[in-house]
T-cell receptor, first 108, second 114 residues
Framework: QKEVEQDPGPLSVPEGAIVSLNCTYS??????FMWYRQYSRKGPELLMY????GNKEDGRFTAQVDKSSKYISLFIRDSQPSDSATYLC????????FGKGTKLTVNP | NAGVTQTPKFRILKIGQSMTLQCAQD?????MYWYRQDPGMGLKLIYY???????DKGEVPNGYNVSRSTTEDFPLRLELAAPSQTSVYFC?????????????FGQGTRLTVV
C-alpha cells in the first residue's frame, strides 16, 4: 500500500464551481498535511498546510484533515481559470511524501 | 536570497554516462530532498537529508547517490545513466518540524537519457 494515494484526475470544471480534491494515507506518523500547487514546467509551491486534524480556511480555499480516517481534502470555492494547475497533497513526519497530483482545469 | 538553486536546467546524457545534479540553498534549512517527477506520477522521493552528514533513502533510491557535506549543498549523483532515469528532478529544502513547514523547491532539472 502506498503511503499517500491521490486520484490523478484529470478534473475539468466550469468557472465558479466548487472543487473537491482528496488524498488518503496509511502512515499514522504523518503530522503535517499540505497542499502544493504546481503550474506547468514549474516547481511546486505551498498553498496551505494543516497540523494534525481540523480545518483551515484561506480565502476561497479550505483544507480539512481527518486523522481518524486518514483522509485529507482541499476545497476550492468559486473556482477561477487561474486555479488551473496540478494540485499535490503532501504529508510529513520526517520525510516529505507527495501524492501523484490532480490536474485541474477551470473552464471560462 | 536566491532560495533553492539547481544546476543544470537541462541535460542530455548517453546511456552509461554519469553526472551530478547540483542543489544549493541559502536559507539555512536543515532538511533537503531530491524528487523525480514523471508525467502523471507526482513527486517520488529519491533521497533526503535531515542535516549535514546525514542522508537516507526515499522511495526510489536505486541508481542514485547523494552526499551532504555542508548545510547548503545536496548534490545528486547518477552513475551509469539509464533511459528509466529520464525525468524532471526537483530539489527542495525546509526547516525541521516546528521551524516552518514550507518546503521550497528549485526550478527543476530536465534530464533525458538516450
Amino acid at each position: 500500500q502506498k503511503e499517500v494515494e491521490q486520484d490523478p484526475g484529470p478534473l475539468s470544471v466550469p468557472e465558479g464551481a466548487i472543487v473537491s480534491l482528496n488524498c488518503t494515507y496509511s502512515n499514522s506518523a504523518f503530522q503535517y498535511f499540505m497542499w502544493y500547487r504546481q503550474y506547468s514546467r514549474k516547481g511546486p509551491e505551498l498553498l496551505m498546510y494543516t497540523y494534525s486534524s481540523g480545518n483551515k480556511e484561506d480565502g476561497r480555499f479550505t483544507a480539512q484533515v481527518d486523522k481518524s480516517s486518514k483522509y485529507i481534502s482541499l476545497f476550492i470555492r468559486d473556482s477561477q481559470p487561474s486555479d488551473s494547475a496540478t494540485y499535490l497533497c503532501a504529508m510529513r513526519a520526517e520525510k516529505l511524501v507527495f501524492g501523484k497530483g490532480t490536474k485541474l482545469t477551470v473552464n471560462p | 536570497n536566491a532560495g533553492v538553486t539547481q544546476t543544470p536546467k537541462f541535460r542530455i546524457l548517453k546511456i552509461g554516462q554519469s553526472m551530478t545534479l547540483q542543489c544549493a540553498q541559502d536559507m539555512n534549512h536543515n532538511y533537503m530532498y531530491w524528487y523525480r517527477q514523471d508525467p502523471g506520477m507526482g513527486l517520488k522521493l529519491i533521497y533526503y537529508s535531515v542535516g549535514a552528514g546525514i542522508t537516507d533513502k526515499g522511495e526510489v533510491p536505486n541508481g542514485y547517490n547523494v552526499s551532504r557535506s555542508t548545510t547548503e549543498d545536496f548534490p545528486l549523483r547518477l552513475e551509469l545513466a539509464a533511459p528509466s532515469q529520464t525525468s524532471v528532478y526537483f530539489c527542495a529544502s525546509s526547516y525541521a518540524q516546528g521551524g516552518g513547514i514550507e518546503a521550497f523547491f528549485g526550478q527543476g532539472t530536465r534530464l533525458t537519457v538516450v
